[in-house]
């Protein structure tokens, strides 16, 4: 058997594991590399770059300068701030939780825990107010993970371009690159709209009790009192955030900005060294050294090449930008539904960025409208926690939540689409 066969093989069977989550993904990447070195796919030194590259070492110490960031006291200065402005109007108080929400998930790494932080919030308020939580969770659950992480260079993906960029090296696209603020300026516009939406339109249809019993997330056991910092700590968390984004604004190596900003935070005491090592997320790190070396594998064995002439029979002579783009957009909203989020984008960008570039297009847009979609789908509990925690806490029915998430979907695939074609048409 050829190299290509096996290593389309081994493809085939991490997409297959990636699905059925019998095993971790991060397991599974390190199982895909051991194959493809066993089965002379790809060399040592291969393998070694995986872990040992640039992208890496900024993934996982961007991490840990976000969590400090998160283990400040910026939550509660929010919240204080909006007790302060509301005068007891519903659409006021949404709007004003929205927003709070909005500005953390710039900041704070961890959809699940940022909807942590704000949802005894909204509870409390509602409970004081007199008014159902179950009108305003879901809208707080939609802005948390549609509009998180939509101004990327102030956040916790402020070094994300230079792990897409990676992807697309790895997968055959060298002719231009996505820069610091290429995903933003699709994401911003669209996260706007998605704002809006949240806010005057998915409250209408939703119900005005809860349609099962509900719980707050300290009775569920998911919410966690921490220590305030002391003053100077909680001075290191904003100050070396701020001190590694402005580095990273200017050109330095984004590995050495990064890297110098964990450790600080560290050694200064703002994490402990199990929290540090906890918002390394190394899951996401080895996922991202897994794929890149069966990026590597593809290239090398013939097997990208493969690939890209399938997916040009699905597409056909198809080379309308929009076209192609809302059929990558409505693939990825559909499958991140029914799986994991993060597991669909790693399968399906490379995918995408093997198919357009054999077939000479550029494949920046549609890689920035797969995590776009991944972003959108609201409707099954699947793709993140946050969606069962909304349920949970709001006592939403899955008819319920079905319905919502199709017409904030639809907002964003009209803006999405529309925005993401028009500043990187595939020619």
Not at 5 to 27: D, E, G, H, S, T
Request: hydrophobic residues 55%; contains cysteine.
């Amino acid at each position: 058997m050829s190299t290509m066969a096996i290593c389309l093989l081994i493809f085939l069977a991490m997409i297959i594991l990636f699905f059925i989550k019998k095993i971790p993904m991060a397991y599974t990447c390190m199982g895909v590399i051991v194959a493809l070195f066993v089965t002379g796919c790809v060399d040592k030194e291969t393998v070694f770059l995986g872990f040992g590259n640039n992208n890496v070492v900024t993934m996982a110490s961007m991490f840990v300068v976000a969590a400090g960031l998160a283990r400040t006291q910026m939550v509660n200065h929010l919240s204080n701030l909006l007790y302060k402005v509301n005068d007891g109007s519903f659409t006021k108080i949404l709007a004003s939780y929205a927003l709070v929400t909005m500005i953390l998930g710039q900041f704070v790494p961890s959809l699940a825990a940022l909807f942590a932080m704000v949802c005894p919030l909204v509870q409390n308020m509602c409970k004081k107010m007199n008014i159902s939580p179950t009108k305003m969770l879901y809208p707080i659950a939609i802005v948390t993970v549609s509009c998180s992480f939509i101004i990327e260079p102030i956040g916790p993906y402020a070094a994300w371009f230079v792990t897409q960029n990676g992807y697309l090296e790895a997968y055959g696209w060298t002719q231009n690159s996505l820069n610091m603020w290429s995903e933003t300026l699709v994401f911003l516009p669209t996260g706007i709209i998605t704002f809006l939406v949240a806010i005057f339109i998915i409250p209408r249809f939703l119900p005005d009790k809860p349609e099962f019993p509900v719980t707050t997330l300290e009775e569920a056991g998911q919410l966690q009192k921490q220590e305030k910092l002391s003053p100077v700590r909680e001075f290191l968390g904003y100050g070396v955030f701020i001190a590694v984004v402005i580095g990273l604004m200017c050109g330095l190596p984004s590995w050495a900005v990064t890297l110098a900003g964990a450790v600080v935070i560290v050694v200064s005491g703002v994490l402990t060294e199990k929290e540090s090592i906890t918002a390394m997320n190394m899951p996401m790190v080895l996922l991202y050294a897994g794929v890149t070396v069966l990026g590597s594998a593809l290239s090398t064995t013939g097997a990208a090449e493969y690939l890209g002439e399938f997916i040009k029979l699905i597409l056909g002579n198809a080379t309308n930008s929009y076209v192609i783009g809302a059929v990558i957009f409505l693939a990825s909203f559909i499958m991140t539904s029914l799986l994991y989020n993060k597991a669909v984008t790693t399968v399906l960008i490379p995918i995408i960025v093997l198919s357009l570039s054999s077939m000479g297009m550029d494949p920046r847009g549609c890689v920035i409208l797969c995590s776009l979609a991944s972003m959108s789908s609201l409707i099954t509990p699947l793709p993140n926690p946050v969606i069962p925690m909304a349920m949970q806490t709001g006592g939403y029915s899955q008819k319920t939540i079905f319905k919502v998430g199709m017409i904030s979907a639809a907002f964003r695939f009209v803006f999405g689409v529309g925005i993401a074609m028009t500043l990187f048409p595939v020619m």
